[in-house]
Structures are given as C-alpha cells and as structure tokens.
C-alpha cells in the first residue's frame, strides 16, 4: 500500500492549479520571441545566443523568487495593515498590526520549514478571524501603488501600459504575418482588422471565456510547438547548412534574448490570485512558473537551432545539398536571416522559404510550424489584451473610488462603461500603429519592448524589492520567505536589466545619428 507525505497529498490534490500557472506562464511568454530570436542571429549565431539567453535565464529566475515574495506582503498588508494606500506612507508598519506576529526575521533557513504541520499553519488566514480564503486584489498596479512613491508609481503605472501596448502591436505584426502566411494572403494588412478586433472585442467583453479558451488553447499550441521544434531540428539537420557563431557580434542576441525570456513579472500577479495563501502553495506555484520558464527556454533554443540549420545567415550560398551530393546550392538573397531582419519579418517566413524551394518533402513541416505560430499568438495577443483590459480597470477603479467614492448602482455602471472605452482607446493606439508600421516587427519587439520589459523589472520592480527586503517590510510573517542568499541575488537583477535598458537606449541613440 503506497503512503503519501504530506506535502505529497497536497501537492497532487491542487496540480490543476500549478498546471494551469504552468500553461499561462508558457503563453504569455511563448509568443514575439521564438518568432524574432533567429533573425537576430544572422552575426552572432548559435553559441554567443546560447550564452546569453542561460543568463537570461538565470536573471529571470531569480526575478521570479524575489517578486513572489513582494506579491506575499503585497496581500500580507493588505489583509492585516491599517494603512492608507492614498496616502502611501507606512510611517510604522510594525505599530499597524495590531497584535498580528510577525517573523523574527525574513532572513529564513529551510530547515524552519521542515515541520509540515507548522508550514500549513503559516497563512495568512490563519491568523486572523476576519479574513477569508478569498485572495484580495492582486495586481501590478496595486503593487506599485503600495510599495513606491506616489510620483514613481504613477510613471511605473504609464511604464506597464506602454510595455502591454507595445507587446500588443509585435503581436498584432506577428499574427497578421502568421494568418496571411497560412492562408496565402498576398497583403498582411488585410488580416490585421480581422485579427485585432475579434480578439479585441473577446478581451474587453468576454473576459470570463478567456481564461479556459487560453488555457485549452496553450496546452494545444505547446504540444503543436514540442511536436514542431523537435520536427524541424531532425529536418535541420539533414539539410546541414553551415552555421558560424561570433562572439564579437553577441550584442545583437543581447536585447531580443532579453525579450523571449522577458515580462515573466507581468503575469505574476494576475496567476497569484489562484492560491490559497500557503507556504506549500507560494512554493508549488513559483515551481510552476520557473518550470514553464524553463521549458520556454528550450524550446526557443531548439527553434533558434532548428532555424540555423535550415536558413542561412548572410550568405544565401551556404547550404548544403549532401542526399544529392551537389556541394553548395545558392539560394534567392532574401532566402537569409539578415533579409528577414531587414524586412521585419518574422523567422517562419524564410524557414518556409527555404523548405518549400530546397526540400518540398518536408512542406509539411513548414504547414505544421505555421499552423503552431497562428496559434501561438492568437494565444499570446488574446492574453496580453485581457491582462492589458485588467490592469487599465484597475486604474480607473481607484481613480474612480478616490474621484467619486460612491458605491451606487449608477456610478458602477459608469465606472463599468468608462473602463470599456478606455480599454477600446488603448486597444485602438495598438490596431492604428500595426495598420501603419506592417514592416517594423523586429524593431518594435527588439527596442521598445525590450526596453519597456527592462526598465520596469530592473527599475520599478527592483525598487519594489529593495523596499520589501529592507527596513518596514523585511519582517512581515510571509508563508514563503527569502533566504538570506536570495535576499542579495537582487543585486544581479538590478545590474543585468538595468545594463540593457541603457543599452537600448544607446543603440537606439547610434541608429538614430
């Protein structure tokens, strides 16, 4: 007869829930970067992008486990301080709680937590006879509201709107390339209204099927993409096209790495609000994300390599024709990685180009990654209008309650009407911008939303973090707190993204002179 652990039984009683923080995480992320990454390697090639996306890998990681622990005094104040969020000032968080213990230190060894009847007691709401297990709002514009000045959080608030409506138009470039490559439309443009509106109007007003719609959705194109990348390395391979790595020209793999692992902090909150405030929940959940990470990570490796193999870099004369044993074979010049870049279009193009001209036995290969991209970011525009539409009816809901504060049927209803129309105005900026720039893919995902994800992880967030490791917050009794050693990986963060926000703003700066 098999016996269980505890944590065992708990674990397997709530998997739907990790498998779902799992699948999200891998949707929100599984979108602009497996499609712009290879174009990007036309210099640099395969090694140097191999380096610089495990280090992206690593910062991303350590961001998760810091954020996680911000979000947990996030609902941690929420629930039990008697603190003014407009005024946001918590001149002594320790007075505030009334009673309720905090922890001796949040600098915690494991070995605190081996005791799995003390670790299931440590919540939340457990501590006090007022709470629920209903988890409060969540959200990053709440977060910023809390834990940063008033004028900081304000421009962190502009900075997340500005990365969901940037992130919005490399989705809605991407997807009508995808849809219009499938369908053998001649012009993307036609596509694009279609596109837009339909999943526009979908996150705006039909939010309650967007959550199981996206999650059906992420396990089909997740399964479509492992069957895809593994298919189209095999077919890579046999095609043996010379790929040459440079170190010398890492920096081109730099900002867009930054991006296919990047705005993993975005959703976090959003996917928090499914646990129950537990130590073994917060632990399970940042597994999930980690692991979904992880597996975003391989599988735009294997994609990146899949492509190289496949695709020239610069010199369309590189590939090798070894079954027929004719040496070399010239290719058409915007059959290469660099026309693509240069075109802004996105990687299955020439992929597609490649496979249908030099091997048309494996078509279906390029039908079957096509099918995965149309869905992949279907999938990824629909998640990030509805995450977009969320935080935009945070905003309006606490510039409406500290406007009006009424609570009658009429003023929710205006409040309702006004948050739809503000989310059709932002929905409209990102339709308008792709209408109008069909050939900027590459640079829209590589400079804006590259810089908007690393200003607001490595500033904003950053800031966050600092401020709920140190002095008011650091001792607040979280299910899950930091170790000594995770409490200063913050640095690495900081000096990573913020690295690469002053990056881009160089190169933006050189490309512009």
Known sequence: MAVFSPSATTFYSNITVYLQCYFLTIAYMLGTGILGLPVTLARAGLTPFLFMMTICLVAQIISIILITDAIQ????????????????DPTNVKESYDGIPLAESSVTDESCFSDVDSAEERSLFS????????????????????????????????????????????????????????????????????????????????RKLVSPLVSVLTLFKGSLLLVAAIVAFVAGATIHNHITSDFQHIQDTYLMSTVALGGTYIPLPFLFTKLRYLQHEVRYFRLSVTFGLITVYILEILWCWATLDVVPQIDPCS????????????????????????????????????????????????????????????????????????????????????????????????????????????????FIVAMFNPKSFVEVVEKLMSFAANFGLGFFMSIIVWKCTSGKYRDLDVPLPLSKVQIHLQYIVIVFFMTASIYDIVVWISESV
Not at 76 to 85: C, F, M, N, R
Not at 324 to 351: H, K, M, R, V, W
């Open 73 to 88: 005094k996030l609902v941690y104040v929420q629930l039990h301080a008697e603190i003014s969020l407009a005024d946001n």
């Open 319 to 430: 590939v090798s024709l070894s079954q027929t044993n004719n040496g070399t074979y010239c290719l058409p010049p915007d059959y290469t990685l660099q026309s693509a870049a240069e075109n802004g279009e996105i990687s299955t193009i020439p992929f597609t180009k490649v496979i249908n001209l030099v091997y048309p036995q494996y078509r279906w290969i390029a039908t079957l990654i096509s099918l995965f991209i149309m869905v992949s970011i279907t999938v990824s525009y629909l998640y990030n209008a509805t995450v977009l539409a969320h935080t935009v009816e945070g905003v309006i809901a606490s510039w409406w309650k500290e406007s009006w504060n009424k609570s009658d049927f009429m003023e929710v209803k205006c409040q309702n009407v006004t948050s739809s129309l503000a989310n059709i105005v932002f929905l409209s900026v990102i």
């Open 127 to 206: 501590k006090t006879e007022s709470s629920s297990d209903e988890m409060p709002a969540v959200n990053i514009f709440i977060l910023a509201k809390v834990f940063l000045p008033k004028i900081l959080s304000c421009a962190s608030t502009m900075n997340f709107l500005f990365y969901f409506s940037v992130a919005g138009i490399s989705y809605a470039l991407a997807g009508s390339q995808a849809y219009a490559e499938v369908f053998h439309i001649n012009s993307a443009l036609t596509v694009t209204p279609f596109f837009c509106w339909l999943l526009n109007l979908l996150a705006v007003f039909g």
